[in-house]
């Protein structure tokens, strides 16, 4: 959605972007590895190693903001720009709660396109139980336009496993962290490994 993108861009021109925190953990690290959506590059800073790593985000000064190394392509995770079966692994970190529900099975299907047969999706998205669910504008069910145009969207588990039902489950868990912020608040995310 061109709306969207032009909403990133802002926010990615900001000087205190969106986006911020630490690194995750080491992830995937193996063989050609596409992070769809992959911002300003923190989890991108986690794939160096043994990986071709490639990034793909729609925001250019997203692009520009990401570290030296990887490979990056300013494009639409709805219309990858990749032959079939291309990457060993996809990740899909945080990008899923951004789209809209035709939105979420256009990337869902791509993604799965351009994993060769065995490769591995893993997945990370906010859940109905994080702290943020049902603030904004409703537009879709679950689904919220944030003060900032941003939209969010909040996965049940398995309404994550139907959108992902082409690929083999591997691991589904929620991770939930106390934040600061107030007594009971808290950060609750889906993170997933499927294989195609
Ligand atoms: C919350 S950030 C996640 C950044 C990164 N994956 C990480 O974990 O640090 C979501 C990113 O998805 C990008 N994005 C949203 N819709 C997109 C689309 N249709 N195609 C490509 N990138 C998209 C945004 O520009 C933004 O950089």
């Not at 000087?15 to 050609?32: Q, T, Y």
């Amino acid at each position: 959605m061109k709306e969207q993108r032009e909403i990133w861009e802002r926010e990615y021109r900001s000087p205190n972007p969106l986006w911020k925190g630490p690194p995750p953990e080491a992830v995937l690290d193996e063989g050609r590895v596409l992070e769809l959506g992959c911002g300003n590059g923190k989890t991108l800073t986690a794939l160096t190693g043994r990986s071709e790593v490639v990034g793909l985000d729609h925001s250019i000064n997203a692009l520009r903001s990401c570290p030296a190394g990887p490979s990056l392509v300013r494009g639409d995770a709805l219309h990858l720009p990749f032959r079939d079966g291309s990457f060993d692994a996809v990740l899909m970190h945080h990008l899923l709660q951004h789209l809209l529900a035709d939105e979420r099975e256009a990337a869902a299907s791509e993604a799965l396109r351009v994993l060769r047969p065995g490769g591995t999706l893993s997945v990370r998205t906010f859940s109905v139980r994080d702290m943020r669910f049902g603030k904004g504008t409703e537009v879709e069910r679950h689904t919220y336009r944030r003060g900032n145009g941003v939209i969010y969207h909040y996965f049940e588990a398995d309404e994550l496993r139907t959108l992902l039902s082409s690929f083999v489950e591997i691991e589904l868990r929620e991770e939930i962290a106390e934040t600061r912020f107030a007594k009971g608040s808290v950060r609750a995310e889906l993170v997933g490994t499927f294989r195609r």
